[in-house]
DNA sequence: TTCGTGACCAGATAACGAATCCGGTCACAG
DNA sequence: CTGTGACCGGATTCGTTATCTGGTCACGAA
């Protein structure tokens, strides 16, 4: 009958409103009557209001995941960490939830930032763990320097990440900018600072020993994969865990 | 009689209030209790609450424009992006103003950062060109890559930048983490992104060919002095305004 | 005459109760 | 057995009053 179970439909209908309405204005018999249920189904599915606004950002998560994933298993040049942040840029800026939780234009997400931080934080340090793996796994064969910290380089990353995601809403006196640009952008300034430099045959924006890079991606890949694979499943149960035992 | 004007005592006093108190809390009455003088003292000297809070933030961004132009002074190595930015990231994370400015704790200052985005609007215009100019002299010698444009260089620069600010106050679960090596961070991948990688005979972290790169800013040091010594200029008249006439 | 001051004004802000709203439950309808 | 909406109490909002504070200026000290 339905195209769509219940739950599919209320979180979806939740995630519009989250976005549209923000944390502080969304309320639970609003999204039940958007999604054409009773306000007690939502409780069927859902242990609290909070419970199923956090759902609906790890679903956004899980998607751009997944999208990640696909990638990876396509082409394993997409495990270079320029190519990992730049996609994620994209996707984020495109999914009003990832955007909202990466901008946090005028705090639209209000407390659930907080929440989020105290009630994934097993999972983030998950995550965390996760980018050590994949980066000691890139420096292992080559693909990232490793003439420096492991650590440094996490935190870097993540530093360059929040910088592009920030930096427009700090200069947000100009024009809404175009992603694509910016995420070549980005793309650049984490190869540049993580990615080892082209053999000695290389020029500065060609694509020199191409065929190393690839070689050494598709070795590492797997692994890489599967790291994150790991990610999606601890994800995947955590949604769960907000859901009514 | 005085060590130093009552001007300036009223300055620093309202500095250290207003990040201890935060904007909205700070008023102009304590200042000027604390400074050991008359309320209507105060407006002897400045024409609104708001100037005067503004000055505290000229003031302190002054401090760190002087520290920067002795440094190129003493040291054309100090003219190289990467050493521009992680001096003053260090600078900024030291002045509990700049602090405060650039990481936004808890929301210290209140509106006064919109307030500084209008008020300040044409002076943050003046030093997006002086940064243009800068990479300018810097792509002309050689020192900063041309195979890029300009305008994404600087915006590289800035989303890094605040991507250092910002992302200590994102992963802020973990310890408070000393400034230096952070800062030593930030000048790798500054250095990465824009600079000129050295050149033929290069090794990965030593210094290949360090005269000619020496030599070149020497050349071009004078030339991004002089764009910052106008821009000091201009922000001390941009104060001046805050005075009353 | 000049410089500094604090009482004073009006508009902004806080304080506080009353009224409303909303998350969460559960007895009951279908 | 599934789904619902009336219902409860704590949280939030709102409207009003009371307080505070930015800014002025007449006045007193030097």
Known sequence: MELEGRGERILRTAGELLVAWGYRRVTIEEIARRAGVGKGTVYLHWKTKDALLLAVVLDSKQDAL????????????????????????????????LRAVHTDDS??????????????????????????????????????????????????????????????????????????????????????????????????????????VREAAARAAPGIIAVYEHIAQLSAEEMRRQLRP
Chains 1, 2 share one sequence.
């Open 66 to 97: 997944e999208r990640q994933l696909a990638r990876m298993r396509a082409d394993p040049l997409e495990v270079l960490p320029s190519a990992v942040m730049s996609r994620y840029y994209c996707d984020a800026l495109e999914s009003p939830v």
């Open 107 to 212: 705090g639209v997400l209000g407390r659930l930032g907080d929440i989020a931080a105290v009630e994934l934080a097993e999972l983030v340090a998950h995550g965390d763990r996760a980018l050590d793996r994949h980066l000691g796994a890139l420096r292992a064969c080559g693909l990232v320097r490793d003439d420096m910290a492991l650590a440094d380089q996490r935190y870097t990353l993540i530093a360059i990440l929040v910088g592009f995601f920030m930096a427009d809403t700090y200069l947000d006196s100009r024009a809404p900018a175009v992603t694509e640009p910016r995420a070549r952008l980005l793309a650049h300034t984490v190869q540049a600072a993580l990615e080892t430099p082209a053999g000695p045959t290389a020029t500065p924006d060609g694509l020199p020993d191409a065929d190393r």
